[in-house]
C-alpha cells in the first residue's frame, strides 16, 4: 500500500510530504482514475509509518486564526491510500488491479 497526501488551499494542490511548493495537477487517467502526476507516494509497511507521515503532513497545513479557533485549518487534506494488486499467473498488464481510497 502506498500513501500520499495533498492539500487544497485558494484552488491550489500542494503536495504536503514534500518540501516543495508547486502548484500540482489533477488529472483523470482512464485505467487508474483521478490522479495527481507528481504528488509523492510512500509505501507504508506499518501503523507507525503510517501515523509519522501523516503527522509530517499535518506539519506543512495551511493554518491561519479565525474568530472561533486561533489554529484553524485554511484548507482541504486529503489522504490518498492506493493499492496495486498483480495476479502472479497472468501476463504483466493484464493481471494488475488498482484500487485508492
Known amino acids: 500500500m502506498k500513501v500520499s497526501y495533498l492539500e487544497i488551499y485558494n484552488e ?6 514534500s518540501d516543495k511548493c508547486s502548484n500540482l495537477m489533477i488529472v483523470e487517467d482512464p485505467v487508474k ?3 495527481v502526476p507528481d504528488i509523492n507516494e510512500f509505501l507504508v509497511c506499518s501503523a507507525e509509518e503510517l501515523a509519522s507521515l501523516i503527522y509530517a503532513g499535518n506539519l506543512r497545513r495551511t493554518m491561519a486564526p479565525t474568530l472561533a479557533n486561533l489554529v484553524s485549518s485554511r ?3 486529503i ?3 492506493s493499492v496495486e494488486a498483480r495476479d502472479r499467473n497472468r501476463n504483466l498488464k493484464e493481471g494488475i ?5
Open 33 to 35: 482514475g483521478v490522479i
Open 12 to 17: 491550489q494542490v500542494r503536495d504536503l510530504l
Open 75 to 77: 484548507s482541504h487534506a
Open 79 to 81: 489522504l490518498i491510500f
Open 97 to 101: 488491479s488498482y484500487s485508492k481510497l
